[in-house]
Nanobody, 121 residues
């Protein structure tokens, strides 16, 4: 069974920074892409950033230039450095991995439990 465990959320003032981490563990065969999504109250979950195993990245327009996604393949860990945070960044942030595992050999998505990020003065 695969687990994705997020950490690093919290309360920060506008203009501040936070760094989220997500570690994948379990009987993992291959992790193709890892990413971060977020869901604000009464809104749909949206993609924030994604990174492939080769290091290619893609960002939502709303976070370009402020957020940076990186990945440590040896540790099966993905990070999201969030700078110049705005109140509209407030949401639950979810880690996602596109992977195969011993339990589910077909390529599929696995999700973390989410971590709250609140940007407020």
């Amino acid at each position: 069974q695969v687990q994705l465990v997020e950490s690093g959320g919290g309360l920060v003032q506008p203009g501040g920074s936070l760094r989220l981490s997500c570690a994948a563990s379990g009987s993992i065969f291959i992790i193709y892409a890892m990413g971060w999504y977020r869901q604000a109250p009464k809104k749909q979950r949206e993609l924030v950033a994604v990174i492939t195993s080769g290091g290619s990245t893609n960002y939502a327009d709303s976070v370009k230039g402020r957020f940076t996604i990186t990945r440590d393949n040896a540790k099966n860990t993905v990070y999201l450095q969030m700078n110049s945070l705005k109140p509209e960044d407030t949401a639950v942030y979810y880690c996602n991995a596109d992977l195969t595992s011993s339990a589910y050999p077909s390529r599929h998505n696995s999700w973390g439990q989410g971590t709250q990020v609140t940007v407020s003065s």
